[in-house]
């Protein structure tokens, strides 16, 4: 395969991924779409290391999944925080947390 298909799919699950963070209120769906946007990175870093043929995209892919990880692990919990104070995931009223 070539390289270029690789990126074409890492462009569109980037571009997807944004549009869901701009466009989406619920926090779990923006917590997704934050995710779509780490797997194109790997996609990418990945794709690269396998052109150049060295392990170094290999090796920063796995960092970004530990990176995504972490931010699944706190991204959720701040959604659960909010949900147990307003009954509701709706980032639009995060601003209604204000202590």
Request: net charge negative; charged share 15%.
């Amino acid at each position: 395969m070539l390289l270029n298909q690789f990126l074409l799919l890492s462009a569109l699950l980037f571009a997807m991924g944004v549009y869901g963070v701009l466009t989406r209120r619920n926090g779990v769906l923006v917590l997704m779409s934050v995710e779509l946007i780490l797997n194109a990175v790997n996609i990418n870093l990945v794709a690269f290391g396998a052109f150049q043929d060295n392990v170094q995209g290999d090796v920063f892919a796995i960092f970004v999944i530990a990176v995504a990880a972490a931010e699944v692990g706190v991204g959720l919990a701040m959604v659960l925080l909010m949900y147990r104070n307003r009954r509701s995931i709706d980032f639009t009223e995060v601003d209604l947390m204000k202590g």
